[in-house]
């Protein structure tokens, strides 16, 4: 089972900032939390991921919680195209790769 | 770079036949994830393939297979079709050590009549 609940659903006026918010309160001190997106039924896209400090790159910044029980994704100024199912994943940390989705939110942006 | 690729991107398939979907990693990655995507049951992890060997699997019966050549392309097999087994198949490639993000090609829609 997932590890993470996001709300269903969100909106987002255009050019204004979205903030995906994510909880994971059973989160293990190594583990990352992952954020992907997939717009309408392309293969997931990865944003960013982060461990316990806030991280940015090109597409979206990260901030995770102190007690890393929580964490929003914030992309700056949403744009039409940014319209996707946004998934947080919290990353079993052992050496494979596993992926576990849960039901992701889905972000309407609207003009 | 190019990405993850997947042949075919389409494919309709009757009950009781079976099925190959093709992917192609991300030059020098050598970990490639299988995933099925369903409106029901959403995005589940089917199996890993590292270095020819498959590494982790996920809860799905033994009609899907998979198997990863020395080139690190891999393949996925699906017997004996059922009508549940339509769905969007997905493939993701990492470097495939620890913690390395997992890239996803377009994906294989496989529809079984």
């Known amino acids: 089972d997932a590890k993470t609940t996001q709300p269903t659903s969100m909106d987002c006026a255009e050019g204004r900032a979205a903030n995906l918010p994510c909880n994971h309160s059973?989160?293990?001190?190594?583990?990352?939390v992952y954020w992907y997106r997939q717009i309408h039924s392309q293969g997931p896209q990865y944003i960013i991921h982060g461990l316990k400090n806030n991280e940015t790159n090109e597409m979206a910044s990260l901030i995770i919680t102190e007690d890393r029980k929580s964490s929003t994704l914030i992309l700056p100024h949403a744009t039409l195209r940014d319209t996707a199912v946004y998934y947080c994943i919290v990353r079993l940390l052992v050496d494979t790769d596993k992926l576990i989705f849960g039901t992701g939110t889905r972000l309407q942006v609207f003009p | 770079k190019a990405g993850v690729t997947q042949t075919p991107r389409y494919l309709i398939k009757t009950r009781g036949q079976q099925v190959t979907l093709s992917c192609s990693p991300i030059s020098g990655h050598r970990s490639v994830s299988w995933y099925q995507q369903t409106p029901g049951q959403g995005l589940q992890f089917l199996f890993e393939?590292?270095?020819?060997?498959?590494?982790n699997k996920g809860n799905f019966p033994g009609r899907f297979s998979g198997r990863q050549f020395s080139n690190s392309r891999s393949e996925m097999n699906v017997s004996t079709l059922e009508l549940g087994d339509s769905a969007l198949y997905l493939c993701a490639s990492s470097l495939g050590t620890s913690v390395e993000t997992q890239y996803f090609g377009p994906g294989t829609r496989l529809l079984v009549l």
């Open positions: 059973t989160i293990s001190g190594n583990e990352y």
């Open positions: 393939y590292f270095s020819e060997t498959q590494r």
